[in-house]
């Protein structure tokens, strides 16, 4: 069992508790918080609660996680590219179409189970289905991800993500030409209400923030650096959907017509982070894609 611990601010009082805690660690989900509330893993004032209970300036929250299940995720060898590894983190470049971590009525062919095939250590903090994973991107997205093999590495990267310390910086393609050179998009990120399978800026949404760059310019598309200040579930795709400019291939948040590129023009080019045991500052870079390589031939010669 691992306890986390922590008094209530001014600005959460008056909220659920299910709404603070999941805030307070973006890997965990609104759901599994409220299972954690439900089996009483959660103390407000050395007393289990509701989820529904509003917090008090100063309570004292208790959350203690409990111990993963033994694992039955079956490994899997699977020819990944590792960028660094060592005995407590490794960096590993996730291929486009496939999904991070197995769920329920699907545990093979995911990341996770490449990465049991590839090393035997993985920290349990996430569970059963998720080993080692700190942060997680989107099926259809490439690019890099940090994983942790022990529990100390673990809690290292989490403090990072939430400290807003680690760099993640992604390349998109995006509909439409974007006039300005730069900008940044600051809108809170929710289920959305009229569909629950997507995400979308809802007024009592968590807090995101993306920056974007303009690579280049072309006749009806845009080439743009992301980078991420907050890792939001589908940020990048639903932030430059918002504005105005959604991702050219996404069939979740894209227009009706969008080129066939099996899913968004996303890559998770450059992750940057402090190696959790020795606080030294790591930086890698994967090339893009062969497949977004040629999306972006193909437009500079349209023009």
Known sequence: MKKNEFNI??????????????????????????????????????????????????????????????LNVEPEEMNLQYYYEDSDVLVVNKPKGMVVHPAPGHTSGTLVNGLMAHCKDLSGINGVLRPGIVHRIDKDTSGLLMVAKNDLAHESLVNQLVEKSVTRKYNAVVHGVIPHDHGTIEAPLGRDPKDRQSMAVVDNGKHAVTHFNVLERFNN????????????????????????????????????????????????????????????YLQFEAPLPKEFEEFLDTMRKEG
């Open 221 to 280: 598309f845009t080439y743009v650096e992301c980078v991420l200040e907050t890792g939001r579930t589908h940020q990048i795709r639903v932030h430059m959907k918002y504005i105005g400019y959604p991702l050219a291939g996404d069939p979740k948040y894209g227009p009706r017509k969008t080129p066939d590129l099996g899913g968004q023009a996303l890559h998770a080019g450059v992750l940057g982070f402090n190696h959790p045991r020795t606080m030294e």
């Open 9 to 70: 601010s001014e600005n959460e009082a008056g909220e659920r508790i299910d709404k603070v805690i999941s805030a307070y660690n973006e890997e965990w989900s609104r759901s599994q918080v409220q299972q954690w509330i439900k089996d009483e893993h959660v103390h407000v004032n050395d007393k289990p609660v509701k989820t529904n209970y509003k917090c008090s300036l100063n309570d004292k929250v208790a959350i203690t996680i409990p111990n993963p299940e033994e």
